[in-house]
């Protein structure tokens, strides 16, 4: 045992324990590579969290036939929330007060401000009856998947979440296969 490390050595002659430095805190004994996994792991649920809750990022699933071409019924479209310009295609919540308040739409914007936004589907002869403003729109349309929205609705699904969750705690509380205690490395002894 040197003296820098647990105390003088004068302390250890008379068997006392004098530290002469603090200890390390708790973020510096953390490995680095687990501290750059959580990290990124931080960085990518807050750019996955969804607008419904105040997040930039949203997922919908085109359920009408309102916007053919640009989107056909079925596909999976991705959102992030920015500022909205005329002609970007938007998610939004029809706003109170309205028939169908708070249900989700997604059409283009045609027309309008922040105050209140005129949007039509691309395949609808007319303007859309409400306005939403800035408050409302939950996104702007960036990514189009092509693929069919109940896969989506499938992977929601309490029982599919119930289900994910039951097998990561089942991988988790696995037991490893060890030899007195410790894992066991190569091939298996006979």
């Given at each position: 045992m040197t003296a820098g490390t647990w105390g003088s050595a004068a302390g250890l002659e008379r068997g006392r324990h004098l530290p002469d430095r603090q200890p390390a805190s708790w973020v510096s004994r953390l490995r680095p590579a687990i501290f750059a996994q959580s990290a990124l792991l931080l960085l990518l649920a807050a750019l996955a969290w969804p607008a419904s809750l105040g997040g930039a990022f949203g997922v919908v699933a085109i359920a009408g036939r309102s916007m053919e071409p640009t989107y056909e019924l079925g596909d999976v479209v991705i959102t992030w929330r920015q500022s909205v310009e005329s002609g970007d295609v938007v998610?939004?919540?029809?706003?109170?007060?309205?028939a169908g308040a708070g249900n989700p739409v997604i059409h283009r914007v045609i027309g309008g401000d922040r105050n209140g936004w005129i949007t039509q589907g691309d395949n609808v002869g007319r303007p859309d009856p409400w306005r939403p403003t800035e408050s409302n729109v939950l996104g702007v349309a960036r990514f189009r998947a092509p693929i069919d929205g109940r896969v989506i609705g499938l992977l929601r699904s309490?029982?599919?979440?119930?289900?994910?969750g039951s097998l990561a705690v089942a991988l988790l509380l696995w037991p490893d296969s060890t030899e007195e205690?410790?894992?066991v490395r190569g091939r298996h002894r006979a």
């Open positions: 998610l939004y919540r029809v706003p109170e007060g309205s309490w029982w599919m979440v119930a289900l994910t205690g410790r894992p």
